[in-house]
């Protein structure tokens, strides 16, 4: 792949992510630059923006045309949205193919969207919505395969098998310290939902009391460096389905 600036090849790095898996991205080592696939940007830690970030570039030249996406060669605008502070520019395929960060943009944003969590928790202000502080994926359903593909229904002797990427995105963990981590996920259609915690944890947290699409639940008072299993319980048009495992493992 070229980068979407100065079009020299790409090299990939493996970067671990704050939920404990690696993942690899796209640096450019001519201009310094980063294209990330859709969503994963969310998940880097600030230190590892900060590390991935210090490559020293060829050339601090940036090209004033528009940065077009390696994969499908369509022009990347820049987002604008209050997920990037106007002083951060982050551009993204319009076929949501990924997100390219320039020099220094990656860090940037990770250090924007690390305190604007905090200020929200130091003020005690609830975040309006998780994609108040994550980089918008624009086809959010399609994110299929980081999925347990199958929601068990309960509650009905006749087993009813939903796939999971046909009511909710995959819950995205943020961890604000060792102990503390907001979980993050949509539904398709306002729902009331809870987390139950299998491993780790055994108690039921309310994350939505009334239906909406957008939901988040702050977990406090963690262990560091443990795994933690849960499952989301969705209450979709009065019927409650319960999905697969997901797991995560505080910093
Ligand atoms: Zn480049
Ligand atoms: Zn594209």
Redesign the pocket.
């Known amino acids: 792949m070229d980068c979407p600036h100065c079009h020299q090849l790409l090299s990939a790095i493996e970067v671990e992510t704050s939920d404990g898996h690696t993942h690899n991205i796209e640096e450019c080592l001519n201009c310094g630059g980063h294209f990330i696939e859709p969503y994963l940007s969310n998940f880097i830690t600030v230190e590892t923006a900060r590390n991935v970030d210090s490559v020293l570039p060829k050339t601090h030249a940036v090209p004033a045309t528009s940065p077009v996406?390696?994969?499908?060669?369509?022009i990347?605008p820049s987002i604008k949205d209050d997920v990037v502070p106007q002083t951060v520019t982050v551009f993204t395929?319009?076929?949501?193919?990924?997100d390219f960060f320039p020099k220094e943009q990656l860090f940037l944003f990770k250090r924007a969207q690390q305190s604007k969590i905090y200020y929200h928790k130091l003020w005690g202000i609830p975040l309006k919505s998780a994609f108040s502080v994550l980089i918008p994926v624009l086809v959010i359903f399609s994110f299929a395969t980081l999925l347990p593909s199958i929601i068990e229904q309960v509650g009905t002797s006749q087993e009813t098998r939903i796939k999971a990427s046909e009511i909710l995105t995959p819950p995205l963990i943020t961890p604000i310290s060792s102990t503390q981590v907001l979980i993050s996920f949509s539904t398709q259609k306002p729902a009331k939902t809870s987390i139950q915690f299998t491993q780790g944890l055994t108690q039921t947290f309310t994350v939505s009391t009334t239906r909406q699409t957008n939901h988040l639940l702050s977990v406090e008072n963690l262990e560091p460096s443990t795994t933690y299993r849960y499952v989301i319980i969705i209450d979709v048009d009065g019927r409650s389905v319960t999905t697969s495992p997901y797991t995560f493992s505080t910093p």
Request: positive net charge; hydrophobic residues 10%; aromatic residues 0%.
């Open positions: 996406c390696p994969k499908c060669g369509q990347m395929c319009p076929n949501n193919h990924g």
